[in-house]
């Protein structure tokens, strides 16, 4: 039977072509027209061509900003990683009333708008009415996450590791729960340790949603800017000023529209290649495992 | 290797259990000979796997002991049993080759490597993977996956009792003739004792030296394939083995006959029933078509020629009659009468075998 060419159907995706266009590539066109283009108000904008790029590439502002959060995603995954493994690993595996609860609790920090993350960790590490502030200073510990870097940056890691950890719990508990039973007591019988059942268990069967977790906390936490931003506002001094904070400032703050459209662009193709190049390193691994 | 010993064993899944129905597993006493192979068939949640789940000490029995020769390892750990079971799916540990697999009981046993090496090699072998030996495991097909459990299964020389919890099943259907020959052939070689269940009748026929028939968390009945073909304890055994299962009447018996519908059905044998409820049992393989006018009148519903025999399918009254012919018999079209082989028939009073006295 020959099918009947009809080029009308067409005008069918014509909707969805309009609704893509105004949601997403015409801005994104726009930050391309800004980032290629200087002004001086009054709608009057200059070719500058690639020179904005050629200045955010050499900055040095830039560049530590991207230091500090490499640094800063290195450190909560490395972290958030292994920790969310390992609490999954103590959820009951029984499904019941206890793990609901279990869950619940666990789910809850997912739960909390992100600018109330950062609000209550600002009110909880004060010095004069946080909890946490005071009970530190009143044990003799000079904690001030204001002024001390360190502190600051501790701050922040561990702010991020309790709003976060949960959702690798969440999706490693999710793998866990689909063992079947039978390779457990396959490995009781074979006399495996608690080390080799997870090694060679409980780890391979979490590889897919681990694959998951790491690539959703790898550009979350590259892209981090609320809690931050109400906890710390970047200081002190610039030392927890990440890539998108800085973004801002340049944008907002400064109205610096050039270098921060060209910015914000290579931003977007850094989180691009980098989250590529992981699933393909992943995936291919997986593929490997499989001959 | 050793004598298995299962008394006063019950096992309840509530922590409380109050009546005999929340017992998976009601109260049974066995012994399971060293070096035999059984079969242990019932249909699905029966109790089969609650059974064996309990022998290899993955389950702990709410009552009842069970000893190892005179050992009483009731609560003991599945590795101080020295046990080795394979299960309906296939285990395998994706990351590791062929080779790990199979030497992995082995291995966490500290077992000598140049024991492990030869070890594995020859039961490679018997199991037909030796190519796939440096492959990864989690390529595999289902079918092969399963060998390599059967072989992890097989690999300790020293078990007490090799454990299989339908290991068929996910097996294509010529495989699984193969495999089974196989695990014959192993036992008879390595005598180990093993315990195959499963709910598919010809497995459990063509495997075992005996046949344990469960049936809602009870045994029934435990016999030779023979015995359990021709004198089944209990009206499910008749039912559940052989194809189609055996047939059933309820009826009256008064000395040495019984009486349905105004017929009668001579039994040879002479038996003293006052209550309860009354049946007797033939097998289809011992009802013929009768050429007098004597026998049971039947309609004829449908014939099913399966090839070496004809199945066919009579209505008696509104109870269903099966009898088996050979294909090169006429078979009336629409009614006729049957005749029962008089030393074939079994009575049964509420779904257990009796014997009568001989005359």
């Known amino acids: 039977m020959n099918k009947t060419v009809n080029q009308k159907a067409w005008f069918l995706v014509l909707p969805v072509l309009v609704l893509v266009a105004f949601s997403a590539v015409i801005p994104l066109m726009t930050v391309v027209n800004y980032s290629v283009q200087d002004t001086f108000g009054n709608n009057i904008f200059y070719w500058v061509g690639l020179e904005w790029f050629e200045e955010i590439l050499n900055s040095e502002r830039i560049h530590n900003a991207l230091g500090r959060q490499i640094i800063f995603t290195s450190i909560i995954m490395l972290i958030e990683i292994p920790l969310g493994i390992f609490i999954a690993l103590q959820m009951p595996k029984k499904n019941g009333l206890w793990s609901s609860l ?21 009110i909880f590490g004060r010095i004069d009415i946080g909890l946490l502030g005071y009970s530190l200073n009143a044990l003799g510990i000079d904690y001030n996450y204001v002024q001390n870097p360190l502190h600051a940056w501790i701050t922040i890691i561990v702010m991020d590791v309790w709003h976060w ?17 039978a390779y457990y007591q396959a490995a009781k019988i074979d006399q495996a ?55 801002v400032k340049m944008a907002i703050g400064q109205f610096d529209l050039g270098p921060a459209a060209a910015f914000s662009l ?26 | 290797m050793a004598k298995i010993t ?30 035999s192979a059984y079969a242990l068939l019932g249909p699905s949640g029966c109790g089969k796997s609650t059974l064996l789940n309990i022998i290899s000490g993955l389950l702990i029995p709410s009552e009842g002991q069970i000893f190892f020769d005179d050992h009483d390892v009731t609560n003991a750990d599945t590795s101080e049993r020295n046990i080795a079971q394979v299960f309906q799916f296939p285990v395998v540990y994706d990351t590791m080759t062929v080779k790990q697999n199979l030497a992995f009981p082995l291995k966490n046993r500290k077992v000598d490597a140049s024991y492990i090496e030869a070890r594995v090699n020859e039961i490679a072998e018997m199991i037909g993977v030796t190519e796939v030996l440096n492959n990864k495991a989690q390529g595999l097909t289902a079918d092969a996956k399963q060998k390599i459990s059967l072989g992890r299964g097989m ?19 010529h495989m699984k003739w193969e495999l089974r020959t196989q695990l014959k052939a192993l036992h008879q070689q390595l005598e180990h004792t093993m315990i195959y269940v499963t709910h598919d009748q010809t497995e459990a026929l063509t495997f075992a030296d005996k046949v344990v028939v469960m049936f809602d968390g009870k ?32 009826v009256a018996i008064e000395g040495q006959k019984a009486f349905i519908h105004d017929e009668e059905i001579d039994l040879g044998n002479n038996y003293s029933i006052s209550r309860g409820k009354v049946e007797i049992g033939i097998r289809p393989e011992f009802v013929s078509l009768s050429d007098d006018a004597s026998g049971l009148p039947v309609k004829i519903k449908r014939v099913e020629d399966v090839g070496r025999h004809k199945i066919v399918r009579t209505d008696f009254y509104g109870t269903e009659i099966n009898l088996i012919v050979s294909s090169s018999t006429m078979v009336p079209s629409d009614s006729c009468r049957l005749k029962f082989k008089k030393s074939a028939v079994n009575v049964y009073l509420d779904g257990w075998r009796v014997n009568g006295e001989t005359v």
Request: proline share 6%.
């Open chain 2, 6 to 35: 299962l008394s006063n064993l019950a096992h309840s899944y509530s922590s409380n259990p109050k009546n005999e129905s929340d017992y998976a597993l009601k109260k049974l006493n066995h012994v399971w000979d060293d070096g």
């Open chain 1, 193 to 247: 340790s608690r080390i080799n059942i997870f090694r060679y268990i409980e780890l391979p069967k979490m590889a897919g949603v681990l694959l998951i977790a790491s690539l959703l906390r790898f550009m979350d936490s590259f892209m981090i800017y609320t809690e931050p931003f109400v906890l710390t506002g970047g200081g002190p001094g610039n030392v927890t000023t990440f890539l998108s904070i800085d973004l």
């Open chain 2, 219 to 250: 045994v029934v009945q435990i016999g030779t394939p023979t015995e359990l073909f021709e004198r089944p304890n209990h009206t499910f055994v008749g039912y559940f083995i052989g194809s189609p299962g055996m047939n059933f009447l309820t």
């Open chain 1, 266 to 291: 290579m931003y977007f193709l850094v989180i691009l290649l980098i989250s590529w190049v992981f699933f393909t390193v992943m995936t291919n691994l997986d593929k490997k495992e499989g001959v």
């Open chain 1, 102 to 122: 279990c869950l619940v609790l666990i789910a809850l920090p997912l739960l909390i708008p992100w600018n109330v993350v950062g609000t209550i960790w600002q």
């Open chain 1, 165 to 181: 950890t949960s959702l690798v719990v969440l999706l490693c508990y999710a793998g866990l729960q689909s063992i079947p039973d």
């Open chain 2, 155 to 173: 690999v300790r020389e020293d078990v007490n009792a090799i454990l299989f919890d339908e290991p068929l099943t996910v097996i294509d259907p």
